[in-house]
């Protein structure tokens, strides 16, 4: 078998120009082979940047676009072309957007060989450890305190036994944090799984310290993100600062980042994004690095049902991962570009016995989206 083409589908909602909030946008590729058989992968970035990295011709031996590293490569050797494409790329790649790309053809590739195979991808990862895995929701805050409490209530209601909320309004205003996450933990009880994501917003140690601080009466499960990752000693010495846990590293790629944030930023959740950070072979990776240190892994994970079903797999292959996030965006390329996507139902979601990754895109979407 070998890889005949690669197809990049650059989708955005609704148009290029007009502001994009998250989820607005989505980078697939297709993976063709001489078989007939095709792979789907995607990445969570910048698209029409990743584009670039799939397809530009050679600058030199070591900057390369990925299409041109993998064509008539055989697709069943998965960790042979993640090495090909990261040393191959490794002036315009080997860290950020060029691992991004080399995601979304990696998972690619995993769709390609479980339908080659005929078995699940779990099973091509060493086998399926559990039938649902737990789902938390995530909800970008109101501007105020009373619409925050009242979308918790709402997704209390559909069943969800664990909630986070960040991005918008959150990590602006320090009195207004406060007043938000008091009105949320007031709404949902003091018993239920809340965690908050400051997407790096708090920006300094100082003023992430006096903050985790003031909100420790609300006993937040983890504080996601509060400064940059590059920020690793600033990391380490707020896990000191109260109770919460703290949790990053969704814009890390690479074992290589994540060994460094392993050891330096002494976090108790990582947090890589399957799309991002290498794709499921340098996830499988992670995993393990962080479990010889005792360190939970929860992904990372807001983007379309092909993200969704790529997580899933890998989750159900590992003996430690026992929670997912389930994006509460109302993009349609979240809600509409899988019509199969992966449901969430009483607090889980089912890990499918599917062939591949078992996505079914809804081409109608896909070409009222696609702007490249
Ligand atoms: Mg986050």
Redesign the pocket.
Known sequence: MKITDVEVICLRVPSLDAPCEWGDDAFLVKVYTDTGLVGIGESDTSPMVAKAMIEAPESNLYCGGLKRIIMGENPLEIQKIWDKMYWQSNYNGRRGLGIHAMSAIDIALWDIASQYYQVPIYMLLGGKYREKLRAYGTFVPADTPEESALIARKLKAEGFTSLKF?GGVLGDDPDLDCAIVKAVREELGADFELQI?L?TKWRTYGHAAGMMKRLEPYHLNWI??PVLSDDMDGYARLSGVSGTKISGG?SLTTRYEFQDFLNRAKVDII?PDITRCGGISEMRKIYDMATMQGTKLVP?GFSTGILLAATVQFLAATEQCDLMEYSQSTSPLFTDLVKNRLPFENGYVTVPDCIGLGVELDEEIVAKYRIW
Do not use: K, P, V
Request: proline share 0%; no cysteine; hydrophobic share 10%.
């Open positions: 960040g994501d997407a996601e993100e969704e947090q990372h």
